[in-house]
């Protein structure tokens, strides 16, 4: 819940930041000056990004806590019984032990979504986030009926 709470401060943020980009490119593209107007046309582009990566970003966060949810519903989610750093953090070399065996899953069933998303859940208690983001994402993708390319499988 406080990462949660987190990702919607820095949301929120982000978008008041944006909010006030965009007021100041209005303010520039409407002045007399060429130059600052050509600037705030530029400046207009910033937000318009920001917002299409803060809609994606909060996009995948939801789409792939609720698989994770559908998997715990239907009893398929992964038992975390791995041991844990001081930290509170899963230990990633016993993580890594367990890897395999969530790597084989994908492999003899590679249209199945649940075994991307337990793939992922494995990359991200390893500590791998770039492949746990790439897995969730063939999950997320699998899941809406949509095949894997060649290219991302």
Do not use: C, H
């Not at 038992?79 to 969530?102: H, N, Y």
């Not at 063939?138 to 894997?148: C, F, N, S, V, Y």
Request: charged residues 25%; aromatic residues 8%.
């Amino acid at each position: 819940m406080k990462n949660r709470i987190a990702a919607l401060t820095m949301a929120a943020l982000l978008l008041l930041y944006l909010v006030l980009v965009m007021r100041y490119a209005v303010v520039l593209i409407s002045t007399d000056d060429a130059t600052a107007r050509a600037m705030g046309i530029a400046l207009a582009v910033l937000p318009l990004l920001g917002a299409w990566a803060l809609y994606s970003e909060l996009s995948f966060v939801l789409r792939g806590e609720r698989l994770v949810k559908t998997l715990a519903s239907l009893g398929e989610l992964p038992v975390d019984e791995l041991p844990r750093l001081p930290s509170g953090r899963i230990d990633p070399k016993e993580a890594d032990k367990q890897f395999p065996a969530f790597q084989a899953e994908v492999e003899a069933a590679p249209a199945d979504w649940k075994a991307w998303t337990r793939l992922g859940l494995a990359y991200d208690a390893s500590g791998d986030r770039k492949r746990a983001r790439w897995a969730t994402r063939q999950a997320i993708r699998l899941e809406r009926g949509k095949p894997l390319s060649e290219r991302s499988a």
